[in-house]
T-cell receptor, first 114, second 110 residues
Framework: KAGVTQTPRYLIKTRGQQVTLSCSPISGHRSVSWYQQTPGQGLQFLFE???????NKGNFPGRFSGRQFSNSRSEMNVSTLELGDSALYLC?????????????FGPGTRLTVL | SQQGEEDPQALSIQEGENATMNCSYKTSINNLQWYRQNSGRGLVHLIL?????REKHSGRLRVTLDTSKKSSSLLITASRAADTASYFC??????????FGTGTRLTVIP
């Protein structure tokens, strides 16, 4: 069974731009969660989607948004990029939800904002 | 903050020894999960322990949970060089959000 894939793996943007990251979950998984990892703040939960609906949301500004498609693939978007958005963005899929089911993580997208 | 805290921040042991990492948290939880991350790459889920469980095993891993002390521990027995990684606990609250701890960096010396 193919694992969670994330594209692109690396991305360089400048302040003020916007970016879209993509995540393809494991086949059959309906829940996709997104996380931001930085040296200073550690791992922080962004949001979780289940069956195309946002089910949970972390404490991030509205510049961070996401969506999930009918095939469970998910995208997250960050608008008006700031230097502090430089991070590793991780996507994870689970059968029915990160809270009670094992999550499988992708390799991440390394975003650098200049 | 609801974020858990792992202790110690870093741990260095010889191959074959046991490694123990602790996680403390502040609010009541539904369950607690342990993850491993190698060199800034994706995380791997290790164990999920529910709030009504006190101990769980998986291979060389043993996790305990003490909800009265709001703490959990991860024990890795007979460590191997391949166990070198960062280990994180994640608490799941009533709102089903996950809060990751700060991590313990484990180095196993061959």
């Amino acid at each position: 069974k193919a694992g969670v894939t994330q594209t692109p793996r690396y991305l360089i943007k400048t302040r003020g731009q916007q970016v879209t990251l993509s995540c393809s979950p494991i086949s059959g998984h309906r829940s996709v969660s997104w996380y931001q990892q930085t040296p200073g703040q550690g791992l922080q939960f962004l949001f979780e989607y289940f069956s195309e609906t946002q089910r949970n949301k972390g404490n991030f500004p509205g510049r961070f948004s996401g969506r999930q498609f009918s095939n469970s693939r998910s995208e997250m978007n960050v608008s008006t990029l700031e230097l502090g958005d430089s991070a590793l963005y991780l996507c994870a899929s689970s059968f029915a939800g990160a809270a009670m089911w094992e999550q499988f993580f992708g390799p991440g997208t390394r975003l650098t904002v200049l | 903050s609801q974020q858990g805290e792992e202790d110690p921040q870093a741990l260095s042991i010889q191959e074959g020894e046991n490694a123990t990492m602790n996680c403390s948290y502040k609010t009541s939880i539904n369950n607690l999960q342990w993850y491993r991350q190698n060199s800034g790459r994706g995380l791997v889920h290790l164990i999920l322990i529910r709030s009504n469980e006190r101990e769980k095993h998986s291979g060389r891993l043993r996790v305990t949970l003490d909800t009265s002390k709001k703490s959990s521990s991860l024990l890795i027995t007979a460590s191997r060089a391949a166990d070198t990684a960062s280990y994180f606990c994640a608490t799941v609250t009533g709102a089903n959000n996950l809060f990751f701890g700060t991590g313990t960096r484990l180095t196993v010396i061959p």
